[in-house]
């Protein structure tokens, strides 16, 4: 990981290119968690990632002397157990292949701790796991180069290359990628707060959420989308809810994508009467967050009867908080 920029405050960037890798001590077993994410968070399509502190997947792996390689799925989710078709193995694979070990064995075991397809960066998760797992068994510490094997892992899923929940999910806190010549990602602490979010009983594909966007937008909605993503950013740093809540708008995404998630606008409308701050579709759905200084229990049950009264739909739900990145759990 190189710094290139440092403060004020709460405030690291750093230069997502792979660099040359340094290797340290290598190890044989270890077991990393990698959390959930929303990417986007309001305005910043592509670009914009908040990590959740739950729920997190869990990656274990052991390097296998005998080059055998086999992916395990713990969980109530039915997931490829193929190593070249699995998010978490895939990104191992090109981690390994990026540190100059192509031909490394390994065992790994994926508990899901969530649910695929559901807009929360579950191919993201297991993706950093599998790539932070990787580097740690051969000894490699650059974040850059483990950012770049998760965004494959990533792309293997969902299609395109993009960073915003995988960044989140390494780095923690609230992030943004500026996608140049080179990737560099941001981070930002963000304030504390109350997370509520809805897993409406629905699957919806990333690869077909962005079918329904246009190919071009109108310059007042860019505009707008500009101001908004300016102000989440300050506010951010400056760890004010209210402007935060003010500037959580979109034009880019969400008003082509609320149509895919039955019953949207009466959630919205259920959740802000509750005492939400603001409500916004988490990645690409169907997820629908918001957020709140307090009251999360009451808002999150208001948006679940929403869910069913106006569209007849299920949901997961749940109350979380701004989190950290994936971590080492145990090496060995
Ligand atoms: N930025 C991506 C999208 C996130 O909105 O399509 C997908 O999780």
Redesign the pocket.
Known sequence: MSMVAASPGNLISVQAMPSHPVFQMRYRKVVVQSPATI??FGPG??SFGLCLESPRDRVAMRLEPDGSRSVRILGEHDLPTEPGLNSASFAAMRMAEMCGEGDVGFSLTLRKGMKPGS?I?SSAASSVGGALAMARLLGCRDRALILEASAMGEELI?GTR?F??VAAALYGGFTFVTCGDEVEVVRISPPDFQIVVLLPDIEIR?SD??KVLPKTVPLAHAVDNLSWAAGVVHSMMRKDLDALAKNMNDRL?LPYRRELIPGFDSVCESALDAGALAVSIG??GPAVFAIARKGAPRIKKAMVDSLWNTARLGSVSFVTSPGKGARVESIS
């Open positions: 990417a986007n399509f592509d807009g960066g969902s993009h915003d929940n990333t959420a962005r995404s990645g690409s």
